[in-house]
């Protein structure tokens, strides 16, 4: 990563125009195709690449569809009214993701449909990241699954910014805008425990045994550091960032955020799976 790069999960904006609006980028802007025109379907892949695609879309899709049978229980359950409609937009939301990565999918034909078929298949406990197979047993743990866990998922969504794929480039704008709400929110739900405490909304202690739940669990999202998938992604000019430079902007991000809360994190290492 060179200096004029942006920092490891940062929004990449080097097509501002004035104004505010976007351009789209044609060109391929880092890996070893730098340059070249962005591939349009998987036709154009070079070798190798079209099964690392696949892959990562599977696991995004299978995210957003976890993501609804956890929030699901708390559609009519939220303290408020207005808890209520965050969950029905989530829940929307995350439909729409799950929609959009399978409209990915769909371009690598009869392969794609077989494995959209089976991300529609699958219920709660079967899925393939420890995250999205954990209930949301009080209200604390959608704060701080929205807090976290979402927040990895907007880390992966801005490493496939203006990535090589145009279609999956494309779909990233209006993905990254909804999930912002979604982990503004679970900051919110965790700061009105920690700082307003009622048994309406939860206590601090909950708070905090939530952030200890799904901490380590949002840490092994990043995959394993030195991972040879990482770093082919990033030749093959799809994902910005490696799994620990990714890692270590979000311990980062994530320490001022629940320290300004007034609430804590637990060590790096603490009950890690994937390290
Ligand atoms: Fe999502
Ligand atoms: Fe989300």
Redesign the pocket.
């Known amino acids: 990563m060179t200096t004029s790069e942006p920092a490891p999960g940062t929004p990449v904006a080097r097509n501002l125009k004035e104004g505010g609006t976007v351009e789209p980028v044609r060109e391929i802007l880092w890996g070893t195709a730098q340059g070249v025109r962005k591939y349009e379907t998987p036709a154009e892949f070079p070798p190798d690449m079209r099964k690392l695609v696949v892959k990562l879309m599977v696991v995004q899709a299978d995210?957003?569809f976890a993501?609804i049978q956890q929030h699901r229980p708390w559609l009519d359950r939220a303290p408020t009214l207005e808890d209520r409609w965050i969950e029905a937009r989530i829940v929307a939301?995350?439909s729409r993701?799950?929609l959009q990565a399978c409209r990915i999918l769909r371009e690598f034909g009869e392969e794609g449909q077989e494995h959209i078929d089976e991300l529609l298949a699958k219920r709660e406990g079967e899925h393939k990241l420890d995250a999205f197979n954990m209930t949301f047993d009080r209200w604390s743990d959608v704060g701080a699954f929205t807090c976290f866990v979402?927040r990895v998922?907007v880390y992966q969504l801005r490493a496939f910014q203006e990535c090589s794929f145009g279609p999956l480039a494309r779909a990233m704008p209006l993905?990254l805008s909804?999930?912002q709400l979604?982990l503004n929110f679970g900051a919110s739900v965790l700061r009105r425990m920690a700082q307003d405490g009622s048994k309406y909304y939860g206590s601090r202690e909950e708070a905090q045994d939530a952030i200890r739940k799904w901490y380590p669990r949002a840490l092994d999202m990043f995959g394993h550091s030195n991972s040879e998938t990482s770093r082919r992604a990033i030749e093959f000019g799809l994902k910005r960032w490696t799994n620990e430079e990714a890692r270590a902007r979000y311990i980062e991000e994530t320490r001022a955020i629940v320290a300004n809360i007034g609430l804590e994190l637990p060590p790096e290492n603490f009950d890690r799976h994937i390290l």
Do not use: L, Q
């Open positions: 995210t957003e993501s939301d995350e993701h799950g979402d998922g993905m909804e999930e979604h």
